[in-house]
């Protein structure tokens, strides 16, 4: 037999890149499916293939260079996508909130430490350091919730910069303290004038360099150039005066702040070339030097990952509790700042790192693998825990608002539709829900949209799109109704929709539900689950298989907090509208809290529409409710993206109910609009691919499928 292990570890450069390419690209596939932070999955992956898992890399110079650009690209991200005038508006409640989440989580951990784990005196500062500060790995869920203008947001996010920033400058001190000779007060008075001197030239030159620059100079390379210039300039001279280079680089991210807006495509190069090189290349080889073996060696190492874990999260728990009690918040709003700020990620990893390289004693460092080893279980930990109380507390503040429905009716002014057409056995029915559903009296024009894939028969694909959408033109002037076209090629049919939506300012989205099982055997199709999850704006999926004409009732299943939704009167207009241009019968189903706000809606502005209103408290009662639909009804699905405040577990088998259930009904699944337009924003915080189903899911369908096997 052949054997490989003769092969491995592997040192050519060339195949070295090659599999670290295919881990940046594979893992985030598995850790979605796993349902495990990405910024885990690296390290994990750095893990299996390092010496101390199979030994198929070897650590060469590339991840020592590769690597340290990607510590600094870390941190100088965290100070480029701070919320300065969030801080700024709220500087003394963020001030106290900053203090507080440092010095409680600083002091325990450091006590842990010196007593507990029997460390020196600066390792355990260090420790401090990494408990005391901590990563918004959760706030992207805030921003599901419409809630980053929260106070809670506000005082998160200030204080999670604020106690970085103190955190780095005690870990910049401890570098410092080990560099020089003597340690007296003529040390401190050095340090703090170095500091001073540091912060002042940068503060005085760097914005004045900055503006001119930016000004004289519009081109898109020499613009990402010059910003990693500047932050590579802070790093050196941060190295240069005594501190360490992670601060050069924070320090260098904040004062680009205001330069560099988060929408700017300057801003998305610099997060894109980051998040797809730099960072992964850096989170592998930290997990190359993960020794898991050690888990096993005994009781030293979980030993110190339980005190890591408990007086980090503890910690943190104080704080946020203490702060909610000293302005007298309510309790879910101490859940959410505890949520928030509870995480260990970016900030952990780069401090341990630097702890990993400063030499104590000749061949002795600072913190050791028991270390490295705990600070990893520790961000996995907190990650999982910030999540769910995040999750829970955004929910429960959402959803405390009576007034919201409310506020969250749309002006009939806002629409635009756009539809996506591909096959013509579903474009014309496609083009007469959306004309059924319009206002007529805003005459607004309709968009529709053929995307074909950039290959070979991109030319023929292009003819046959034109033929599509003359034919539906002509449909549309038979209707008087304007009708906008466009054929558009594009490598990813998902991201030339979403060009194509921002381009013509669209409402909202009308396509066709996938239905050709030879292109794909996901419910969703191709494309469509990276749609709707990418645009935060509502998306209606129909199935066709009847004239619309000849629907006799349209049957809407609506899931409980339903109202709660931005998107909640977007959908029943345009289904009210529906209902009365094709003069049916339209039933809601719901809980009695939806229904009546329904019910008033409909009075108000559909007096005419013949509605009815059945009760329906659980959305198990789906499979019933199918067995009242007819041939010539419509069945709409009202539905919600994962995350959001009406999105419940039992929407996961909504694909296997319908197959089940409702084959060969005409159908309709509306995803309403969300909070949140930064979806294509993507970092290993928050990635914008999701998967459509978790491996805990396959892997519960496959024990209930061998369950009933086993019981018939």
């Known amino acids: 037999m052949l054997d490989i292990t003769r092969y491995l570890p592997i040192t050519d450069p060339t195949l070295i ?104 005196m600066p390792a355990s500062l260090m420790l401090g350091c990494i408990m005391a500060s901590n990563t918004l790995i959760a706030y992207p869920i805030v921003g599901r919730y419409g809630l980053q203008k929260h106070m809670t947001a506000t005082l998160s996010v200030g204080s999670s910069m604020l106690s970085l920033l103190i955190s780095l400058i005690v870990v910049a001190a401890i570098v410092n303290a080990f560099s020089t000779s003597g340690g007296g007060t003529l040390f401190w008075l050095a340090f703090i004038l170095k500091l001073a001197a540091f912060c002042t030239g940068m503060l005085f030159f760097i914005p004045r360099l900055t503006r001119w620059f930016l000004r004289r100079y519009s081109d898109s390379v020499m613009q990402f150039t010059f910003v990693m210039a500047v932050m590579f300039l802070s790093g050196a001279f941060s190295g240069f005066i005594g501190l360490e280079a992670i601060f050069g ?12 807006p988060h929408l700017s495509p300057l801003m998305n190069r610099i997060e894109f070339i980051g998040n797809a090189l730099f960072i992964p290349y850096f989170l592998i080889g930290v997990g190359m030097l993960i020794d898991v073996s050690l888990l096993f060696s005994g009781g030293k190492i979980l030993w110190v990952v339980v005190c890591l874990v408990f007086f980090g999260t503890v910690g943190k728990g104080i704080a946020a509790y203490l702060m909610t009690f000293a302005l007298r918040l309510p309790l879910k709003w101490g859940n959410m ?36 080893n705990g600070i990893v279980i520790m961000i996995l ?54 004309i059924l559903m319009r206002n007529q009296k805003l005459n607004r024009e309709i968009v529709a949209l053929n995307v074909v894939y950039d290959d070979v028969n991109a030319g023929n694909n292009q ?43 669209a409402s909202e989205i009308i396509m066709g539900l996938h239905f050709h099982k030879e292109i794909s055997s996901k419910f969703w199709g191709e494309f469509t689950q990276s749609l709707y999850n990418g645009l935060s704006r509502q998306i209606t999926i129909a199935r066709i298989t009847q004239p619309l ?50 019910r008033q809606y409909i009075s108000n502005y559909h007096s005419s529409v013949r509605a009815e209103y059945q009760e329906m408290q659980h959305w198990n009662e789906l499979p019933k409710l199918a067995s009242t639909i007819k041939e010539d009804h419509m069945f709409v699905i009202i539905t919600a993206r994962k995350g959001t405040v009406s999105y419940k577990n039992a929407l996961e088998r909504l694909p296997d109910e319908i197959n089940r259930y409702f084959a060969g009904r005409t159908l309709v699944i509306v995803f309403p609009d969300q909070y949140g337009d930064n979806n294509e924003l993507m970092t290993f915080a928050q990635p914008q691919h999701t998967e459509e189903s978790s491996a805990y899911d396959m892997l519960l369908k496959k024990l209930r499928k061998w369950t009933r096997n086993s019981s018939n």
């Open 337 to 372: 700042m505890f949520g928030l700020t509870s995480a260990h990620a970016a900030g952990a990893i780069a401090m341990v790192m630097v702890g990993r390289k400063l030499e104590v004693s000749p061949g002795c460092y600072l913190f050791g693998d028991d270390v490295l």
């Open 381 to 434: 930990v907190t990650c999982i825990i910030s999540s769910i109380m995040t999750e829970h507390a955004s929910k429960a503040i959402r959803l405390q608002d009576k007034d919201i429905p409310q506020k969250l009716a749309v002006s009939n002014d806002d629409e635009k539709m756009l539809l996506p057409v591909k096959y013509p056995e579903y474009a014309d029915n496609l083009l007469s829900m959306a």
């Open 249 to 260: 680089a924070f320090f260098a991210g904040l004062i680009l702040n205001r330069f560099i």
């Open 17 to 120: 890149f090659f599999v670290v390419l295919m881990v940046i690209l594979t893992a985030p596939i598995i850790m979605g499916r796993l349902r495990i932070p990405h910024i885990i999955g690296m390290v994990l992956a750095g893990v299996l293939l390092g010496k101390y898992g199979l030994n198929i890399l070897e650590r060469d110079a590339s991840f020592e260079i590769l690597g340290n650009v990607g510590l600094l690209y870390i941190m100088f991200l965290a100070g480029l996508e701070m919320d300065m005038q969030g801080f700024k508006n709220n500087v003394r409640h963020v001030l106290v909130f900053g203090i507080l989440t440092f010095t409680i989580p600083f002091l325990m951990s450091l006590l842990m430490g010196l007593y507990m784990l029997d460390y020196s």
């Open 463 to 505: 003819t046959e799109g034109r033929r599509l959408l003359e034919h539906l033109q002509h449909a549309a002037s038979a209707s008087d109704v304007h009708l906008q076209t466009q054929v558009r090629i594009a490598a990813n049919i998902a991201n030339g929709i979403k060009h194509a939506f921002k381009e013509f300012q």
């Open 549 to 598: 004409n000849t629907i006799r009732r349209i049957q809407v299943a609506v899931p409980s907090r339903a109202e709660y939704e931005p998107g909640f009167y977007r959908w029943l207009e345009r289904l009210a509208r529906l209902a009365g241009n094709l003069d049916c019968r339209i039933g809601f189903n719901g809980r009695d809290d939806t229904i009546s706000l329904i």
